[in-house]
């Protein structure tokens, strides 16, 4: 088998194989590119009243108890917490996809709205579907991409080659 026709039925292969995986991460990834201009993707972040903490953390727990959507009873229902001093804020990352942002001084909530970006980041690199997928499934994928395009130019190489070396003659 010459190396042109394998370079064509590996390329062709391999697009079989990473069309899925490859659509769901362009698909996922457009979006994570759009996050911060496209609210229902990831809340806007807000600004407090002033530029630093002094709201204690029994304080920002009850201002977040206090959001039914939440659905905050303890500091394990609460996936993270982003202080941002600068802009006098607290972002709270709840276990049901919440996020609750807290002005840092008074303990105001400032914004409620689901986050989707985690959610949509876990697709994107694999780990929803499985905690080995990222490994098993889109690494080789990468990898068979990485193939596609060096068979892809291989097959556009040669016949380019080819042609410039008639024209020569």
Known sequence: MTLA????KAHRIGALVSALPLLVVIATGLLLQLKKEWSWVQPPT???TEAHLALTWDELLEAVRDVEAAEVASYDDIVRIDAQ???GLLKVQCDNGYEVQVDSVNGAVLSVAYRRSDLIES???GSWF???AKLWVF???AFILCGLW???VHL???PHLARRRRRRV
């Open 5 to 8: 026709k394998w370079s064509r």
């Open 46 to 48: 807000l600004r407090g």
């Open 85 to 87: 001093p600068s802009r």
């Open 123 to 125: 697709l994107h690199d």
């Open 130 to 132: 499985h905690p080995r």
């Open 139 to 141: 690494l080789p994928i």
């Open 150 to 152: 060096i068979s892809g």
């Open 156 to 158: 556009w190489l040669v």
